[in-house]
Structures are given as structure tokens and as C-alpha cells.
């Protein structure tokens, strides 16, 4: 990577290089520079007591190197949050699991505080607008492959359904609830979200160019005509990440999701393929 990349959402700005010598720690602290300039130029000035270090690395020794904005040796943290996502130096995804999931539950207590004696219905709507939306905020970005996270997010909905139900008798089944609330699994709602994505991307519903991350397979002799090749990946953070994970899946699709014309009829096809 031998430019800076500098996306900027709203009050979220950042900065990323691939760092692997002395040099390349030089060149990010003149990106900062840089930046330092172009506020200067624009009237703007960046708040240094809240810029962060983020290093994403599995080396057990990283390029040492400090940074620093108006002077200010800019702290070192091993995970920070980002457009409402927590990064961690691992990609594991360890704590933004454990923050949603915290904020999820805190939810579901409040609302059987206050609105235990309502109906079903409208504790069901409570847990779809409240507490649903926490743990699959940007899922397709973060979706979580280790069993820790799946269990942990898996949990509160089975909570959840413990909420909405008002059975709270430990020899009843969740499974049981989960069936007759129809609900299905976070982890294939997920699923579902990355396989959405995927379509967006393909077909230029989104700022993402499509043909930089994925070649088509030329192969016709098993599965649908708009698989994709994997790429080779020497990780498991990589190999379970939004690309390398989602084509697996993409590939897997039992129909060409190119014969779908519209986001919300491959959308219908997931739901009754894979949701069921």
C-alpha cells in the first residue's frame, strides 16, 4: 500500500498503511503531516487527545513506532471503535462481541422491567426494534466465525425468547420457543446479510468496485455461472473475512443469483432457501 488511504464518514476520519519497516512508519507520520496541513488550509483542526494508534498485526514483535498529531504522542490501543464497529489488533472481533452483546442484554432488563405484563406481540416488537438491531449492526462487515462470539450473540436471543414468551421455567425448551416464534438463528440472519451484500457489490448497488476483488470462475462444469474464485489466504483471520468467506458461500447458492433482477427477489429466495 504506498499511498495514504484516508477515509472520512461524518466526524470518523482514519488512516491506514501497511507497515513493515521504519520507512513505512516515516511515511504514515507524514500522512499525518500532511493531514495536519490540510486541516490548517480548510479551518478545521483535529481533536489529537482522540486519535488513536490501532495496530492490526499477528507478529508477536510489529515495526516499533510512535505518532503524533499537534506535537501529541498519539496513544496505542489494542482495540477502538470505528463508524460504531471495535477494531482489535486481532480482527477477532472479541470485543465489539462482548459490547453489543452488554448493551443488548442491558436492553432486554430494561424492557422486562417496564413492559413484562404487554402482550407477545408487543414484547416481540420490543426485541425486533430494540434489541435485534444491536447485534447485527453492520453484521456483514464483523460476521463472527468463532464459536465464543456465535454462542455469546446466539445467547441473547435465546434470552430473548425467554422474554417474549414469559416462560421463564429452566426445564422448558428454547429451542422450542425459537421454533414457535418462527425466529431464525442470528448466525443465518448474518449469513444472509454477507450473501445480500455480496449482490449489492456484484451488481453495482454500492460504491464498491467489484471486479478488484472478485474474478469470475470460468469452470461451467458444477454450480450456478456467477461463482466466483476463491482467493488463497494464509490466515484464518483472512480466510474468514467478508471476501474469502462470502464467495464460499456465494458459490454455494443452489441458483444463479444472477436470474434475479431485483435486490428483493434474491432477498425472497434467501429467506425461503436458507431461512427456513
Not at 214 to 239: D, K
Request: net charge positive; aromatic share 10%.
Amino acid at each position: 500500500m504506498r499511498k495514504m488511504v484516508s477515509p472520512v464518514y461524518a466526524n470518523d476520519s482514519l488512516i491506514y498503511r501497511n507497515i513493515t519497516s521504519p520507512g513505512d512508519s516515516a511515511a504514515l507520520q507524514h500522512d499525518l503531516d500532511a493531514l495536519q496541513k490540510w486541516e490548517s488550509d480548510w479551518l478545521m483542526s483535529f481533536n489529537e487527545t482522540k486519535c488513536q494508534v490501532l495496530q492490526v498485526t499477528n507478529k508477536r514483535k510489529p515495526t516499533p513506532a510512535s505518532y503524533s498529531i499537534h506535537g501529541h504522542t498519539l496513544e496505542t490501543v489494542n482495540s477502538a471503535k470505528y463508524l460504531g464497529v471495535h477494531l482489535d489488533s486481532r480482527l477477532s472481533f472479541n470485543t465489539h462481541v462482548d459490547t453489543i452483546t452488554k448493551k443488548a442484554n442491558s436492553t432486554k432488563a430494561f424492557l422486562s422491567r417496564n413492559i413484562s405484563h404487554c402482550s407477545q406481540k408487543v414484547k416481540e416488537a420490543a426485541y425486533t426494534t430494540f434489541i435485534r438491531p444491536t447485534v447485527e449492526y453492520a453484521a456483514s462487515a464483523w460476521d463472527t466465525h468463532t464459536q465464543r462470539n456465535t454462542k455469546k450473540l446466539e445467547q441473547v436471543q435465546r434470552n430473548s425468547a425467554r422474554f417474549v414468551t414469559g416462560i421463564y421455567d429452566r426445564r422448558s425448551s428454547v429451542t422450542s420457543m425459537l421454533r414457535n416464534l418462527n425466529w431464525t438463528s442470528l448466525q443465518d440472519r448474518r449469513l444472509c446479510s454477507r450473501l445480500l451484500m455480496m449482490y449489492k457489490i456484484r451488481f453495482d448497488l454500492v460504491d464498491i468496485t467489484w471486479n478488484q476483488y472478485l474474478i469470475h470462475h470460468r469452470s461451467s462444469t458444477r454450480g450456478h455461472s456467477s461463482r466466483f474464485l476463491q482467493p488463497h489466504t494464509n490466515s484464518s483471520v483472512f480466510a474468514n473475512s467478508f471476501f474469502p468467506r462470502t464467495i464460499r458461500d456465494w458459490n454455494k447458492l443452489p441458483v444463479d443469483p444472477a436470474n434475479y433482477q431485483s435486490l428483493d427477489s434474491f432477498k425472497t429466495m434467501l429467506r425461503d432457501s436458507l431461512l427456513k
